[in-house]
Nanobody, 116 residues
Framework: QVQLVESGGGLVEAGGSLRLSCAAS????????MGWYRQAPGKQRELVAR???????NYADSVKGRFTISRDNGGIMVYLEMNSLKPEDTAVYYC??????????WGQGTQVTVSS
């Protein structure tokens, strides 16, 4: 079992920045990967960024160069630094964890709203 708690969402103007945080009940070093997904109204949930236990990262094309995923040294916290935000980034952002036996866990989600 992995419990995930997100924080840091909110309302920001286009061009602004936000930092999302995810606190995990287990270190990423005992998992396969952690990441951030988002779901906008009427759309499917999509991967935003992922970081593996060995530090490899990947990003959705739509956020490359603007978003950065990182973790703390203890591997308990995972962050998503979001810069140059656009209205199309508006969504509920979910923290995600994948165990080494491929079980998946989700946080409760945090709303990010970008005004134009």
């Amino acid at each position: 079992q992995v419990q995930l708690v997100e924080s840091g969402g909110g309302l920001v103007e286009a061009g602004g920045s936000l930092r999302l945080s995810c606190a995990a009940s287990r270190s990423i070093f005992s998992l396969n990967a952690m990441g951030w997904y988002r779901q906008a109204p009427g759309k499917q949930r999509e991967l935003v960024a992922r970081i593996t236990s060995i530090g490899m990262t990947n990003y959705a094309d739509s956020v490359k160069g603007r978003f950065t995923i990182s973790r703390d040294n203890g591997g308990i916290m995972v962050y998503l630094e979001m810069n140059s935000l656009k209205p199309e980034d508006t969504a509920v952002y979910y923290c995600h964890a994948r165990t080494r036996d491929w079980n998946q866990y989700w946080g409760q989600g945090t709303q990010v709203t970008v005004s134009s």
